[in-house]
């Protein structure tokens, strides 16, 4: 079977992170893609890591360019292009760059390869998806944003610190925008199919949740410059993943929803089937009513940042 042609488009702090992890997991052929004044720096990170593929034999090719007609007929690009916010900058001037970009980049990758699989990353999330979704003309299943995963991966790590047990049994999703608005679902997180709720008083948990809630910040502040780069690569890594190898992992993503949980047109964080078809599925279940309440609050952010893309 034909390798996988994998491009992440920025090869920044994440993109440099995607491209390690990337060969490590052997999931196929790497290009790292910036712009050409950065072209040198990732063809430098991309013979980098290169080096490192014989100690553990890694059999994967990884380059670098800023010539888009090297990513002719990719299958999955990560997209994580765009610019950190600045001093003196607010979010809409933060958007309306980004929004530039990911037009741009968008364009190209209907253009080069328009039966790839697209997994978004920059922010602000919500809008930068949606911008791809809508500038690329891409079915719906084949774009999808990467926030749930992180925020339920944070959720999972704080939980499995609390009760001092393994990650790997603790069980929960983050819904909703990627924002402080997000939506953990506490009353289905379990550890190993025990509630969680059972386990931890409400007013810790509260706590925990509100960490969650504010995880993307409390690394801004410690790195004083730049933000999260290790979780958010490999939370975009485990969806191309499922991909490539047609896993059908149920990861939350942004995914389109069409009536799912009563959101139209929107894509917000739910649980998703990940598969050769890209996003198969949306798992709906039912929310209580302050899920409900929870989910609008953050519908209605996603679709002010929606609104401002003019799209
Ligand atoms: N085409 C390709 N790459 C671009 C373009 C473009 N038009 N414009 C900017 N880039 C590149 C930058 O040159 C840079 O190398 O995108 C890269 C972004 O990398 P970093 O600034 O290191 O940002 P990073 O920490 O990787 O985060 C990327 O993901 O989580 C979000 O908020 C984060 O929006 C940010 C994005």
């Not at 488009?9 to 910036?34: C, H, P, R, T, Y």
Request: aromatic residues 6%.
């Amino acid at each position: 079977m034909a390798k996988a042609k994998i491009a992440l488009i920025g090869g920044g702090q994440i993109g440099g992170n995607l491209a390690l992890l990337a060969a490590q997991k052997e999931l196929g052929d790497i290009i790292i893609f910036d712009i050409p004044q950065s072209e040198g720096m990732v063809k430098g990170k991309a013979l980098d890591i290169l080096q490192l593929t014989p100690h553990d034999g890694y059999d994967v090719s990884i380059s670098g360019t800023s010539n888009w007609e090297d990513l002719k007929n990719v299958d999955v690009f990560i997209i994580t292009a765009g610019i950190p916010r600045k001093p003196g900058m607010n979010r809409e001037d933060l958007l309306e760059i980004n929004l530039g970009i990911m037009k741009e980049v968008a364009s190209n990758i209907k253009k080069y390869a328009p039966n790839s699989f697209a997994i978004v990353i920059s922010n602000p999330l919500d809008a930068m998806v949606y911008a791809f979704y809508k500038v690329s003309g891409f079915n719906k299943n084949k774009v999808v944003g990467m926030a749930g995963a992180l925020d339920s991966g944070r959720f999972r790590a704080f939980l499995a610190e609390e009760i001092q047990c393994s990650v790997q049994d603790i069980s929960c999703m983050v819904l909703g925008g990627h924002g402080d608005t997000m939506v953990p679902i506490t009353r289905l997180a379990t550890v190993g199919g025990v509630p969680i709720e059972s386990l931890i008083e409400p007013s810790r948990l509260e706590e925990i949740v509100n960490r969650t809630r504010f995880a993307g910040g409390e690394i801004v502040k410690l790195f004083g410059n730049g933000s999260a780069f290790y979780a958010p690569a490999q939370s975009a890594i485990e969806m191309a993943e499922s991909y490539i190898r047609d896993k059908k992992r149920v990861i939350p993503c942004a995914s389109l929803c069409e009536g799912e949980f009563g959101v139209d047109g929107y894509f917000i964080g739910v649980p998703s089937v990940i598969g050769e078809n890209g996003v198969e599925r949306i798992l709906e279940f039912e929310l209580n009513n302050e899920e409900k309440s929870s989910l609008n609050n953050t519908l209605m952010a996603v679709k002010k940042t929606v609104k401002e893309t003019k799209l």
